[in-house]
């Protein structure tokens, strides 16, 4: 990784980004999102290097609230470089 490779940091907090199809049954089911780059290899293509960390639990949207933007913030500061 180049030191002028942008970085990026995606936190996911639910939703269904970090769904996956079950062959089986068709539903949707959650996995593991530190996965996230085999799950969308496209991702490799850009010029940048990506982390990625999810809450433990996941939200619903309509959960979201200034507490977990609070951890947000709060995982942003942890990872900034």
């Known amino acids: 990784m180049s030191a002028s490779q942008p970085h990026i940091l995606i936190i996911y907090?639910?939703?269904t980004i970090g769904m996956i199809k079950?062959?089986?049954t068709g539903a949707l089911k959650s996995f593991d999102f530190k996965n996230l780059l085999k799950r969308i290899p496209e991702l490799k293509l850009?010029?940048?290097h990506?982390?990625?960390i999810?809450?433990?639990e996941p939200i619903d949207s309509s959960?979201?609230?200034p507490?977990?933007?609070?951890r947000m913030a709060e995982m942003i500061?942890?990872?900034y470089e």
Request: glycine share 8%; aromatic share 12%.
């Open 77 to 79: 500061e942890d990872n």
């Open 63 to 65: 959960n979201m609230n």
């Open 46 to 48: 850009l010029d940048c």
């Open 22 to 24: 079950d062959a089986e």
């Open 50 to 52: 990506i982390e990625t």
């Open 13 to 15: 907090t639910g939703g």
């Open 67 to 70: 507490t977990y933007w609070v």
């Open 54 to 56: 999810s809450f433990e």
